[in-house]
């Protein structure tokens, strides 16, 4: 069995032994479907969206865009955790099992929406824990700020430092959960991180790999092109009397479509990635009492 590494997990992704053209299926499927998904829920968003314009413009501020902002928002969640479910399950097979490609909503997936609540759940203590250390310690904080912005940024950043911290180290040390549950046939979440015992820093270093280059493009596209769509299309003046709410919706559209279609064509490549690191590392598990030549040759 080839020795897990730093590169083997970060390029197993092209050097599975699943069946040949599963590939290309699934990133096919995966863009369809994502991007129609995406095309609906944004198509109504801006609806809503021209709407709120409108209604600014004519100076009624009181469409505050609630059903914009908050419904939108909210509905479609369980709808792309579907999506995100059926198609993680797909690759997952694929790399431990080397089933083909198929998309459905079975056992599997079944399982996958249990470790998708653990996430949550540990998302939610998070949350409760950073809130309960506001409301401890706010006041101090506060008034041991500054009037010096560059102090206050730093004071800021030691403070975020343990939360980051926490937040990588139960990011990395429960990311083995989905594919060992495909392993297993059942829902495992805490005993994965007996899957990263002894890989932690290899796991998290492929992991900041094949991260690195999707976050420098999603900060490219945020810091440079959206401004300049923004400077090249007519966007609101301060003066809300003043503008035509025809061309904010355009700009709107302009930066809806370009933002998210870069999103839907790098989401997929970067779930197939990391799917892919964490299968090699459930898959080179020693302790794993069910290998078979089989399963071995995937190493080979």
């Excluded at 080839?2 to 069946?19: C, D, T």
């Excluded at 479910?85 to 929406?113: N, Q, T």
Aim: net charge positive; glycine share 6%; charged share 15%.
């Amino acid at each position: 069995m080839e020795k897990f590494s730093f590169s083997s997990a970060l390029m197993h992704f092209r050097n599975s032994q699943g069946p040949s053209g599963f590939v290309w299926k699934w990133l096919l499927a995966y863009f369809l479907i994502f991007g129609l998904a995406n095309a609906i829920t944004g198509m109504i968003s801006l609806y809503a969206s021209y709407q709120a314009y409108e209604a600014a413009a004519q100076g009624d501020f009181r469409f505050a865009r609630r059903f914009s902002n908050i419904w939108l928002s909210v509905l479609p969640i369980p709808f792309f955790v579907a999506i995100t479910v059926m198609f993680e399950a797909s690759a997952l097979r694929w790399y431990i099992r080397r089933k083909g490609f198929s998309l459905r909503f079975g056992k599997d997936e079944f399982r996958l929406l249990g470790v998708f609540l653990c996430w949550g759940g540990i998302v939610i203590l998070l949350i409760v824990a950073g809130g309960l250390f506001l409301m401890i310690f706010g006041n101090t904080i506060i008034s041991s700020m500054s009037r010096s912005v560059s102090a206050n940024l730093i004071i800021t950043s030691l403070l975020a430092l343990p939360f980051i911290g926490l937040a990588i180290y139960v990011a990395v040390s429960f990311m083995t959960a989905s594919a060992l549950t495909i392993r297993e046939s059942k829902v495992l979440f805490i005993s994965s991180k007996r899957i990263v015992s002894g890989k932690f820093w290899r796991l998290f270093a492929a992991a900041l790999v094949a991260l690195l280059p999707f976050y420098a493009l999603d900060l490219i596209v945020e810091l440079f092109v959206v401004p300049l769509m923004l400077q090249l299309t007519n966007s609101p003046p301060q003066d809300w009397s003043l503008y035509d709410p025809t061309n904010v919706f355009q700009t709107e559209v302009v930066v809806t479509v370009v933002t998210m279609g870069i999103f839907v064509l790098t989401a997929p490549i970067l779930q197939l990635i990391m799917l892919g690191i964490t299968s090699k590392a459930v898959l080179n598990d020693p302790d794993w009492v069910g290998q078979t030549d089989t399963v071995a040759e995937t190493f080979e």
